[in-house]
T-cell receptor, first 112, second 117 residues
Framework: QKEVEQNSGPLSVPEGAIASLNCTYS??????FFWYRQYSGKSPELIMS????GDKEDGRFTAQLNKASQYVSLLIRDSQPSDSATYLC????????????FGGGTRVLVKP | GAVVSQHPSRVICKSGTSVKIECRSL??????MFWYRQFPKKSLMLMAT?????????EQGVEKDKFLINHASLTLSTLTVTSAHPEDSSFYIC?????????????FGDGTRLSIL
């Protein structure tokens, strides 16, 4: 079992719709969770961080965390073509020496 | 805020050359920096953790004599790929973690695309 799992996609979303990305993790001791966006050929860019159960909203992005289910998600509202990228879920894992463990990423395609 | 600068952005050189990559945190101090490698369409692979003033911690399978890391100040870490060969060609990305504990996010540099001929 991978430590951080994401559906690789591609997730195809019409412009203006909501994109929903999911991530599960294996280390129950994890306390901090991050979503990064990575455009092709570029480095990752931090979008959201979340530490507590529930929802956290920042502009068009909402992160949701459920530690009991070991599940973190990202919603992108009013999706734009510029949101087309790979979204990486990253989990700070005490079991891995407090290093970030990345999922394989979900590729999102927003179609005009 | 939390800007990380990485140079050079692209390097093309002959086999056997040593290549030095710099990673700087521009507007914050970073006691810990990280070096990653990424192959096309793959996720990030952590190579080593760089701690200011101490030796870097390398991940399993990463040759420390091949990939030399120096973290001489709170704002600068360098990665030197020694005697590079074509199999070392990859996208190398550094990140810096804001001080305040391991729960703080990492911020990434723009990456260095290394091509060894």
């Amino acid at each position: 079992q991978k430590e951080v799992e994401q559906n690789s996609g591609p997730l195809s979303v019409p412009e203006g719709a909501i994109a929903s990305l999911n991530c599960t993790y294996s280390d129950r001791g994890s306390q901090s969770f991050f979503w990064y966006r990575q455009y092709s050929g570029k480095s990752p860019e931090l979008i959201m961080s979340i530490y507590s159960n529930g929802d956290k909203e920042d502009g068009r992005f909402t992160a949701q965390l459920n530690k009991a289910s070991q599940y973190v998600s990202l919603l992108i509202r009013d999706s734009q073509p510029s949101d087309s990228a790979t979204y990486l879920c990253a989990v700070n894992s005490p079991a891995a020496g407090n290093k970030l463990t990345f999922g394989g990423g979900t590729r999102v395609l927003v179609k005009p | 805020g939390a800007v990380v600068s990485q140079h050079p952005s692209r390097v093309i050189c002959k086999s056997g050359t040593s290549v030095k990559i710099e990673c700087r945190s521009l507007d914050f101090q970073a006691t810990t920096m990280f070096w990653y490698r990424q192959f096309p369409k793959k996720s990030l692979m952590l190579m080593a953790t760089s701690n200011e003033g101490s030796k870097a911690t390398y991940e399993q399978g990463v040759e420390k004599d091949k990939f030399l890391i120096n973290h001489a100040s709170l704002t600068l870490s360098t990665l030197t790929v020694t005697s590079a060969h074509p199999e070392d060609s990859s996208f190398y990305i550094c990140s810096a973690r804001v001080s305040g504990g391991s729960n703080q996010p990492q911020h990434f540099g723009d990456g260095t695309r290394l091509s060894i001929l």
